[in-house]
């Protein structure tokens, strides 16, 4: 079974950015995907962004094309979101997510982090 450690969350003023960092272990797949999902009190889960760990497969979220990058580094079993021009909007817990295909269903993920959080203070 693989585990899923977030790091990086914290408060922000909007137009800012932070880093969000999963580390896996304990298992670690060398093929599949890693990505992000978001839940804001009282919303429903959100899809941010995945890709695969095998190829340069990658997916955003509408919502945050264009301000946040995934990426990863294999070597370190760990893979980022790097978030910029932050929004209030964008407060939420972000789960680290782990499966076989970089997808932007939460269905298709085994794998589940803790959750950090992200506040982006307006």
């Known amino acids: 079974q693989v585990q899923l450690v977030e790091t990086g969350g914290g408060l922000v003023q909007a137009g800012g950015s932070l880093r969000l960092s999963c580390a896996a272990s304990?298992?670690?797949?060398?093929?599949?995907?890693m990505g992000w999902f978001r839940q804001a009190p009282g919303k429903e889960r959100e899809f941010v962004a995945a890709l695969s760990l095998r190829v340069i497969v990658k997916h955003y979220g509408d919502s945050v094309k264009g301000r946040f990058t995934i990426s990863r580094d294999n070597a370190k079993n760990t893979v980022y979101l790097q978030m910029d021009n932050l929004k209030p909007e964008d407060t939420a817990v972000y789960y680290c997510v782990g499966g076989a295909e970089p997808g932007s269903n939460p269905g298709s993920y085994n794998s589940w982090g803790q959750g950090t959080q992200v506040t982006v203070s307006s």
């Open positions: 304990g298992g670690t797949p060398s093929s599949g995907a």
